[in-house]
């Protein structure tokens, strides 16, 4: 990469790059990180819109917040069922949304630890969402 295409606005990350000067040699620049400079908010909106849209789902009864976890996660159902070390069956029951009062303690400290969350997060995500578990 030339010199003049090294460069990049964006004072709060930055980063050192080696590029080829006018003479030919190759030497460090610090510069701003053109990812961050381009596709930084749009990836925090898309975040929120999806975290938006989950949320309605949970208020829908369409998932519940052990399924709310696992998108924001990116993880498919077999990649959580085996972080977790819960049978798929099982995962596939937790992730019913009117199941989720029937998750064990147990489960949702496996399920906690998979996405880096406290219990509590994950039951205050599930309740200020759904006002009352739908056991169907």
């Not at 980063?15 to 596709?39: F, R």
């Not at 789902?57 to 069922?81: P, Q």
């Not at 596939?92 to 996405?115: C, D, P, Q």
Request: aromatic content about 10%; overall charge neutral; charged content about 35%.
């Amino acid at each position: 990469m030339k010199e003049k295409d090294g460069y990049s606005e964006c004072p709060e990350q930055q980063v050192i790059l080696y590029v080829e000067k006018e003479d030919g040699k190759y030497e460090a620049i610090q510069t701003g990180s053109y990812l961050s400079a381009n596709y930084l908010d749009d990836f925090f909106l898309k975040r929120k819109n999806l975290e938006k849209m989950l949320g309605e789902k949970i208020e829908k009864g369409e998932i519940n917040a052990i399924g709310y976890f696992m998108v924001m996660e990116d993880l498919s159902f077999s990649e959580l069922a085996a972080r977790t070390g819960i049978l798929k069956w099982n995962v596939r029951k937790h992730l019913k949304a009117g199941n989720f009062s029937r998750i064990s303690e147990s489960a949702l400290k496996k399920y906690s630890m998979v996405f880096n969350v406290p219990v509590e997060e994950i039951v205050r995500k599930q309740s200020e969402n759904r006002k009352q578990d739908n056991d169907h």
